[in-house]
Antibody
Framework: QELLVQSGAEVKRPGASVRVSCKAS????????LHWVRRAPGQGLEWMGW????????YYAKKFQGWVTMTSEMSIATAHLDLSSLKSDDTAIYYC???????????????????WGQGTLVTVSS | QSALTQPASVSGSPGQSITISCTGA?????????VSWYQQHPGKAPKLIIF???NRPSGVSSRFSGSKSANTASLTISGLQVEDEAEYHC??????????FGTGTKVTVL
């Protein structure tokens, strides 16, 4: 059984919003950072930000500030990534990934991603 | 925040060694030992193979090794095998935007 299981593929119109979910299992959800990474067609990986489940704190990469929101439902150990005002170049596979344990210095919260979700394809097309 | 620079492609024959570079700046690789490497096969999620510049997670082959010099990190794959054909991504902590990935390198086994 995979540690991180993501929601299914989505097709959206430009300007719409979408939610991608990531359910964690086999570890204590609040003990580790949860990151989001995307990969657009023909591009490399792009880091979007992190979420700290035990506090709800977030940090979004500068490019994504203002239109990305990371939240969670602790009762079901599930993280959510909300994207708004979608554009065609937001078409990508979106991954959740587990980071290091919470509690270390800030520079360490993205030291590595040891488990990844299977990815969710979001297609933005008119 | 600009991506770390990697060669677009590297190739080698089975049994050979190859090295992939990952070039950044003093705001990331040059001043922090939080470089990691990921292997990604087509249609699959990335897999962690190196963290903290040169450490291998449990279960990762010792044929993978990492190093760093100044603003450049490197991943070496020794004894290249057919199953090593994949895309490889580096990442580093960045003082300007927390974390940055590389541009990605496609490894082809000839």
């Amino acid at each position: 059984q995979e540690l991180l299981v993501q929601s299914g593929a989505e097709v959206k119109r430009p300007g719409a919003s979408v939610r991608v979910s990531c359910k964690a299992s086999q570890y204590i959800f609040t003990d580790y950072y949860l990151h989001w990474v995307r990969r657009a067609p023909g591009q490399g990986l792009e880091w979007m930000g992190w979420f700290k489940p035990n506090t709800g704190w977030t940090y979004y990469a500068k490019k994504f500030q203002g239109w990305v929101t990371m939240t969670s439902e602790m009762s079901i150990a599930t993280a959510h990534l909300d994207l708004s005002s979608l554009k065609s170049d937001d078409t990508a596979i979106y991954y959740c990934a587990r980071g290091p344990p919470v509690g270390g210095p800030p520079q360490q919260n993205g030291r590595y991603f040891d488990y990844w979700g299977q990815g969710t394809l979001v297609t933005v097309s008119s | 925040q600009s991506a770390l620079t990697q060669p677009a492609s590297v190739s080698g024959s089975p049994g050979q060694s190859i090295t992939i570079s990952c070039t950044g700046a003093s705001s990331d690789i040059g001043n922090y030992n939080y470089v990691s490497w990921y292997q990604q096969h087509p249609g699959k999620a990335p897999k962690l193979i190196i963290f903290d510049v040169s450490n291998r997670p449990s279960g990762v082959s010792s044929r993978f090794s990492g190093s760093k010099s100044a603003n450049t990190a490197s991943l070496t794959i020794s004894g290249l095998q057919v199953e090593d054909e994949a895309e490889y991504h580096c990442s580093s902590y960045s003082s300007t935007d927390s974390l940055v990935f590389g541009t990605g390198t496609k490894v082809t086994v000839l």
